[in-house]
């Protein structure tokens, strides 16, 4: 057989994954799960407001109104006010356009770097492991602030490189499980079936390895996003993330919280947008889990 | 009076889909110092019957709906569970298939031997290892003093049940019921622990309900054949009633399953498609340990269109050297050439374009097929890969395929764990064959089946190793089933090669003590 030919099978091959039947029957099973739509609407939701927020805002992002101080919600201000009279309804819809960035862009970063990492660690296995697994450990050693501190130092202060430093260091977990889920799957037999057939290494981890894999990666995503959007909160808290007058869900919550006994809403109102879409994410979550495990299903 | 009397005995499951009647109206009895044997396939509801004694089964969604099992003036279908737990373990004891998952890793032998005596007895500790000492020895444990204080993995299969067996035993039991006890263990083992339990059950003055799908296996200890099939007892009676006489078509089908005879005289084939030339593959788990030699200088040719044997007890090296042939285990030294090509140097492409001449068919059936892939991707993907097909025909190539391997066309979408054994086993084979192999090592392919199945499967091998012209190294531990289908044999122990010929000779005329002892083990010989 001739190379050109061997190379036209492979693209073969991607269009089968396109039409692959996991991911198709995942879909109609996830369809079937009221409490994962439902999630997965209200997600969404969240996110087309995040984007229309410019539009959408009731109020000017840096809009005062001195006079009215902190009022509780009313008409004209339905989410209330905080101390300088800024409308919370907007800093809520503002804030949520930096939480949903951060979440999803910095477990995008872990999650591509985890799984990869982790597959091939595990997968190759012998001294390519130990040195990617050691190279793990020692970021895991590395002081996390002190890292941030110096990527804020060299490059700046950006939004972007937060998103970045924080992905960089949620990916070891995800790789540490990934490795391990891999570890046990490497065994299997019907990854031997695999070689026998003549599949290149990628190939087998990219259709037999990681499909089995995903149980865990999800719930830990969908565990992630969370503790992500909390760790930006607590990074623009010690003035290394997000500054004011921009502000974020974790800003506002921390803010918040110092004045929740003269001032309840500004609590709460910040504090239901993360939780609703923590929510959110973990019904989506379990669902998508409950969709791809195949056993599970009964139809 | 006979020890336990089961009688009309009804067991269904409740489930979401409707309730599904898994036993219907089953009697049989155990006498004391007799064995029982309850013969079927898996899901005949045979296991249940038993476990729906001891209230063993999950409630819901089991549920009991009627009949009486009386054992010594009891009821034991209406006792509380308070009581059921004191009969199990005292006076009915029960052993079961897997003896490694049924004993505590982090524990001694010792320390799970004597806890019953301790709990139910108040015997003292010196006391209770004194009778746990005498109870390894009487189930024929070498040196059970030091056997007290090792932990279960230090022992081999069989070693493990004869220690469950004494675990068993340990509370005096009237009634011993043994759950496929020898399933999961090599022939000769196997013979040796059918030995002890039909000793056991005449030293001792117990009965023993004996469960198993392989009516070979019972045929030497039993004293009575309960034959179920679909929650009903078909048939039943002595030994040599149910071999000589069977009236029930399913007993004579499970009778026609038992792998006997042997292939007629093969025309000789000398065409030479494989040699394997001191081939040695050992694995060295640190740098100072001492080499495991699995295989260990072996040579031998495989002749295009035969089917050899391979037989050999766990440990024999026999599933290695099938894997180092297919490239799967690293090779130390040695050369194996396929169609005048040396395999061992072959890297990339090379060994890709190769891949596709050599199949594997895998021993366990639900762990060798990818669990998120349905039958029409798994059997899709080597199509592809080796460009068998164009992506146009595919479907016509994935149908040919599955009735080839016998599969109906519509389980097409369906993923793995909705297939039983025997059919996912049918899909491992499609796999194999997608890529048009001239040669396929079958590792153990049928043991994880039920009897009838495997009789299906081998003749299906052996059907399609005729029509596309296989050359196959049919791995087994069974001798039997080596007998039924190869032409020739290897026999293979601690590494090496002990004997080699055709099937008639080596069985016929075995040279070797060793071939002598796996040939003595072949349960039902004295049946057949």
């Known amino acids: 057989m001739t190379t050109l030919q061997a190379s036209e099978q492979v693209d073969l091959l991607e269009h089968a994954e396109q039409g692959a039947s996991l991911w198709r029957d995942a879909w109609q099973r996830l369809r079937k799960n009221k409490m994962a739509v439902g999630g997965g609407i209200t997600l969404l939701l969240f996110i087309l407001m995040a984007l229309l927020t410019p539009w959408l805002a009731p109020y000017s992002y840096e809009a005062q109104n001195l006079d009215l101080g902190a009022s509780p919600p009313s008409a004209a201000h339905w989410l209330g006010t905080d101390v300088f009279g800024r409308d919370v309804l907007t800093q809520v819809m503002y804030g949520g356009r930096v939480s949903l960035a951060v979440g999803f862009i910095a477990t995008a970063v872990a999650l591509l770097i985890g799984v990869t990492w982790g597959a091939v660690a595990g997968y190759v296995g012998g001294r390519v492991d130990a040195v990617m697994m050691r190279i793990v450990d020692i970021l895991y050693a590395l002081p996390f602030m002190i890292f941030i501190v110096l990527l ?46 003549g599949l290149s290494p990628a190939a087998i981890i990219r259709r037999h390895v990681i499909p089995n894999a995903l149980g865990p990666i999800i719930v830990y995503t969908t565990l992630t996003i969370p503790s992500v959007m909390l760790l930006e909160a607590f990074l623009s808290f010690l003035g290394l993330g997000i500054q004011p007058p ?54 | 009076m ?70 010594q003036g009891q009821n034991l279908l209406t006792l509380s569970e308070a009581e059921l737990r004191k009969i199990r373990g005292s006076d009915v004891a029960m052993i079961f298939q897997d003896p490694m998952t049924c004993l505590n890793p982090y524990l001694t032998i010792g320390e799970q031997l004597i806890e019953p005596l301790l709990i139910h007895r108040n015997l003292s500790r010196a006391d209770a290892k004194t009778r746990a000492i005498e109870l390894l020895d009487e189930v024929g444990i070498r040196s059970p003093n030091s056997t007290f204080d090792s932990f279960p993995h230090e022992f081999s299969g069989g070693m493990r049940q004869r220690v469950m067996i004494a675990m068993a035993l340990i509370n005096e039991p009237k009634l011993l019921i043994a759950d496929e006890p020898t399933t999961a263990l090599d022939v000769t083992i196997q013979a040796q622990i059918l030995r002890l339990i039909a000793d056991l059950q005449k030293n001792r003055d117990i009965g023993v309900l004996f469960i198993s799908h392989d009516l070979a296996v019972v045929s030497d200890i039993a004293d009575q054949i309960v034959v179920m099939e679909q929650g009903e007892v078909v048939e039943s009676g002595s030994p040599d009633a149910i071999f000589n006489h069977a009236q029930h078509p399913y007993t004579q089908k499970l009778l026609a399953a038992i792998p006997a005879g042997e292939r007629e005289e093969p025309a000789a084939k000398n065409q030479v498609l494989i040699n394997v030339c001191n081939l040695r593959t050992w694995f060295q788990p640190n740098a100072k340990a001492e080499p495991v030699k699995a295989v260990d200088d072996v040579s031998f040719d495989i002749y295009r269109g035969e089917i050899l044997g391979l037989v050999g007890e766990s440990g024999s090296g026999k599933s290695t050297l099938g894997r180092s042939i297919m490239r799967l285990a690293p090779i130390t030294s040695g050369q194996v050439t396929f169609d005048e090509t040396h395999l061992t140097g072959l890297e990339g492409r090379n060994l890709k374009e190769f891949r596709s001449r050599m199949q594997m068919i895998f021993q366990d059936p639900f762990a060798s097929l990818n669990p998120r892939m349905t039958v029409y991707d798994t059997l899709a993907e080597p199509l592809l890969l080796h460009g068998i097909c164009q992506r146009a025909n595919l479907d016509r190539h994935i149908a040919k395929l599955m009735d080839d391997v016998g599969l109906a066309r519509n389980f097409i979408r369906k993923y793995p764990h909705e297939f ?79 004997e080699a010929g055709p099937v008639k000779q080596v069985f016929n005329n075995p040279a070797e003590p060793y071939t002598q002892s796996l040939l003595s083990s072949i349960p039902g010989a004295a049946m057949m």
């Not at chain 1, 950006?158 to 977990?173: C, Q």
Request: glycine content about 8%; proline content about 3%; overall charge negative.
């Open chain 1, 152 to 197: 804020m130092v060299v490059f700046g202060r950006n939004v972007l490189l937060l998103f970045l430093a924080i992905g960089a260091v949620e990916w070891l977990t995800m790789a540490r499980i990934m490795r391990s889920q891999v570890q046990s799957l490497r065994q299997q037999e019907f990854v031997e079936a695999a070689i026998s057939l």
């Open chain 1, 246 to 299: 921009q502000t974020s869900w974790g800003l506002l919550i921390s803010y918040g919280a110092e004045t929740m006994e003269e001032y309840p809403w500004l609590l709460i109102f910040p504090g239901l947008a993360l939780t609703t879409t923590l929510f959110s994410l973990n019904f989506l979550g379990d669902g998508l889990r409950d969709a791809l495990d195949v056993r599970g299903s009964k139809d």
């Open chain 2, 2 to 71: 006979s020890l336990l009397t089961v009688d009309n005995l009804e067991v269904s499951f409740v489930t979401r889909n409707g309730t599904h009647k898994a036993v219907k109206g089953v009697s049989f009895t155990v006498e004391t110092q007799q064995i029982t044997a309850i013969i079927g396939e898996s899901g005949s509801g045979k296991s249940v019957s038993c476990y729906a004694l001891l209230g063993l089964i999950p409630s819901p969604p089991g549920r009991i709906d009627g009949g009486s099992a009386q054992f």
């Open chain 2, 420 to 498: 039983s054994g025997g059919q996912r086993q049918r899909i491992a084979i499609g796999r194999a064959l997608a890529t048009q192999p001239e040669f396929i090592v079958a590792d153990e392919p049928v043991s994880a089946l039920d009897v009838t199945i495997q009789a299906q499967i081998l003749d299906l091998l052996m059907a399609l190793g005729r029509e596309h012209n296989l050359t196959m190294l049919f791995v087994s531990h069974d001798m039997a089933v080596i007998r039924h289908i190869a032409d020739r044999v290897l026999v293979m122990y601690h590494g090496k090669i002990v």
